[in-house]
């Protein structure tokens, strides 16, 4: 297996899945676009506006963050969002280490009535995420519940392989490669796959997401699932110019393919803030790691443990989008680009939202400084997990 040099990338992908060349493309921190909140005539939004009635009434907003208040624990609040420019409605509990951001710990649904339940004590808030050029008016009813929700206390994730995930074509290379390296890759496909289950459970051992087999027992309840294809999917626009991609390589014109990596099922599903749906799935597209012919070969298949790192760290990534998690501004499991879905260990961190909205044909990423996504403050509050 052909090693090939890596070249640096900016800032990422038209979807919340990592969309990039089939060449290998290391990624590199970037200017980005950071967005403060949008909150005119508010020194500190987090300490300087009024909580919002809990009247049940609709109430028009002005800014896109609305304090809900000291919620003490257990307390569980009925809300709704409505408005046509609204892309996602955050809950937000004041952060511990700054004064001017807030920690994500659940969220909703646009437009429907949603129950929000306080795992600890502390001041809340809305984040509504909108449209520019949605227009119209944005409101936020705030009341008392119809019925408390229960949290779960952990997530099942199922993980699958097709049978011939390596090699149909997998990372099989039709043009260059012959029956002996589709042989190679078939000896290698059980282990890769024990593998991959090892570096999934141990990325996840700290939290209350249980990596499941094939071949164990299914818990009563609902499961999520991850499938590993052996597809390659090329992104459906080729020639949309995408600054987080680099400029193409001239003399290398057949390699310049965007492809998809991941992605929660259906296509162009939201994250599931809050882990609402429990048995949601999503996939892994092996076939998009291995380039086209030897000038497009890719580092992702030059060893065993590339092949592991790579798809496992891939995994993982749509996993937290089954239960939640957003895309991160830091280089960790949760960012887009981080070395071409993901050719290095990384592990789930702290970090500034980036949040996606459409301009015209186009997803542009967007970075919330005082928005932060802390995993582990997020699973204590989604899950019924002791402090």
């Known amino acids: 297996m052909r090693r090939t040099t890596l070249r640096p990338a900016r800032r990422v992908c038209d979807r919340a899945v990592c969309v990039a060349l089939c060449a290998v493309l290391a990624s590199v921190p970037s200017p980005g676009c950071n967005l403060s909140l949008d909150l005119p005539g508010a020194e500190n939004p987090f300490r300087d506006l009024p909580p919002v009635p809990r009247d049940g009434r609709l109430h028009s907003l002005r800014a896109n963050l609305a304090p809900l208040g000291t919620l003490m624990e257990g307390q569980t609040l009925r809300l709704l969002v409505r408005g046509a420019s609204v892309t996602n409605v955050l809950i937000l509990l004041g952060d511990e280490r700054e004064d001017a951001a807030g920690v994500v710990v659940g969220g909703g649904p646009v437009g429907t009535e949603f129950e929000f339940r306080a795992a600890e004590a502390g001041s809340y808030f809305v984040f509504v995420h909108s449209d520019p050029s949605g227009g119209g008016d944005v409101q936020l009813l705030v009341g008392p519940p119809g019925q408390a929700p229960a949290s779960p206390r952990r997530q099942a994730v199922l993980v699958s392989f097709a049978p ?203 970075v919330f400084t005082s928005v932060i996504q802390d995993p582990a403050v997020y699973f204590r509050a989604v899950f019924q997990t002791p402090r």
């Not at 059980?190 to 459970?201: A, K, S, W, Y």
């Open 164 to 366: 011939d995930y390596l090699t149909h074509p997998g990372l099989w290379d039709p043009i260059d490669a012959g029956e002996e390296n589709r042989a190679l890759l078939a000896s290698l496909s059980d282990l890769v796959r024990e593998e991959i289950l090892i570096e999934l459970r141990a990325l996840f051992a700290e939290t209350p997401i249980d990596i499941l087999s094939e071949e164990e027992a299914l818990p009563a309840g609902p499961v999520s699932r991850v499938t590993f294809l052996p597809d390659r999917v090329p992104a459906e626009d080729q020639d949309a110019v995408d600054a987080a991609l680099p400029v193409p390589d001239p003399s290398r014109p057949q390699c310049q393919v965007r492809v998809i990596f991941g992605e929660v099922l259906p296509r162009g599903a939201a994250v599931d803030v809050g882990n609402r749906v429990p048995d949601d799935e999503a996939v892994v597209y092996v076939g998009s790691f291995q380039g086209r012919g030897k000038e497009c070969w890719t580092s992702a298949i030059n060893s065993v443990s590339s092949v592991v790192l790579t798809l496992s760290q891939t995994a993982a990534h749509e996993i937290g989008h089954l239960v939640g998690l957003f895309h991160v501004e830091q280089i960790d499991v949760m960012n887009r680009t981080a070395t071409l879905a993901f050719l290095r260990e990384l592990p789930f961190g702290r970090g500034q939202v980036q949040l996606e909205r459409r301009r015209g044909s186009e997803r542009v990423g967007e």
